[in-house]
């Protein structure tokens, strides 16, 4: 199994900055691929950003040029760097973990961090 703890969220004006903390424990060198999604009441969880284990970067269009995923290697903690913050990116923050298959699993979330942003 992979356990995930997130942190850094927080209340915010528009146009701050904010810098989210995922902590992976368990299983780690399995991960694969790791993520941050984001969730507002009523409406599904959507992809913000995602990296591989080889440093490939994938970016929600609307967050492009404001946010920046990173992960130096499977030990240390995946950032998600988040400048020019608009009260539409407020939402609760998950962090994601896909494996290759443990115990029939194969996608693992965190619990999620409250991100707001103030206009």
């Known amino acids: 199994q992979v356990q995930l703890v997130e942190s850094g969220g927080g209340l915010v004006e528009a146009g701050g900055s904010l810098r989210l903390s995922c902590s992976a424990s368990g299983s780690i060198f399995r991960i694969h691929t790791m993520g941050w999604y984001r969730q507002t009441p009523g409406k599904q969880r959507e992809l913000v950003a995602t990296?591989?284990?080889?440093?490939?970067?994938n970016y929600a269009d609307s967050v492009k040029g404001r946010f920046a995923i990173s992960r130096d290697n499977a030990e240390n903690p995946m950032y998600l760097q988040m400048n020019s913050l608009k009260p539409e990116d407020t939402a609760v923050y998950y962090c994601?973990?896909?494996?290759?298959?443990?115990?029939?699993?194969?996608?693992?979330w965190g619990r999620g961090t409250q991100v707001t942003v103030s206009s």
């Open positions: 994601n973990a896909k494996t290759m298959m443990i115990n029939g699993r194969n996608d693992f």
């Open positions: 990296i591989t284990s080889g440093g490939n970067t």
